[in-house]
């Protein structure tokens, strides 16, 4: 059962709409009986990254989550917010992160002159960086939806799994083992996001 953590800080529904195209069992809770029964985790997130930490803590299920992901090795996959909150720290807060990567989130940062706005909100290719299940079959040119004013930087090029590149290259996928994070939202990217949902429905 792939249980997606709910702690207020997501639309769910789409997530869960799109497992269910995939035709896994999957469930939105924070309820610590079904986490504990997960064989995979997915931390979603849209928002601030303070208020994201303050959310998660406050739902008394880090302590588990870190069994399940760090000891049990259970697969978790972060998504936008989710996969910034893998990393020690971002620029958007004080907050420390869940530090389960050795990376940082910073801002995006355009000069003046640049038509180019934040948030970073549309369409964009990814370059996979390494080889992976989570990343197979998505076909020539994958293309992903992306809603971030930040991005994850990696302070091990091993860890990066993906690249896009708005207006510079940046870290649009990670993974060190079990420990998986895209910044795009696959639940809104149509075939190319069923397809990374599937291959993550059907990792070990």
């Known amino acids: 059962m792939i249980v997606i953590i709910d702690y207020k800080m997501a639309n769910l529904g789409s997530i869960l709409n799109m497992l269910k195209r995939v035709g896994v069992p999957a469930v939105a809770t924070a309820d610590p009986k079904l986490v504990e029964r997960a064989d ?24 588990l989550i870190e069994q399940k992901v760090l000891h049990q090795k259970v697969p978790v996959l972060g998504i936008c917010l989710g996969m910034q909150l893998l990393g020690k720290s971002s620029a958007e807060g004080h907050l420390p992160g869940l530090g389960w990567l050795d990376a940082h989130s910073v801002r995006f940062s355009f000069d003046q002159a640049s038509p180019l706005k934040i948030p970073h909100m549309g369409w964009s290719e990814i370059q996979t960086q390494a080889a992976s299940p989570l990343m197979e079959d998505l076909g020539d040119h994958p293309r992903f939806y992306f809603v971030h004013s930040y991005h994850l930087v990696c302070n091990h090029a091993a860890d990066v799994l993906a690249t896009a590149t708005y207006g510079q290259p940046f870290t649009a996928a990670v993974q060190r083992g079990n420990i998986m994070g895209v910044q795009f939202h696959p639940e809104k990217s149509h075939r190319f996001g069923l397809q990374l949902l599937t291959n993550f429905s059907h990792l070990p």
């Open 40 to 63: 995979k985790i997915i931390l979603p997130g849209v928002g601030a990254f303070d208020n994201a930490m303050r959310n998660l803590h406050a739902t008394n299920l880090v302590p």
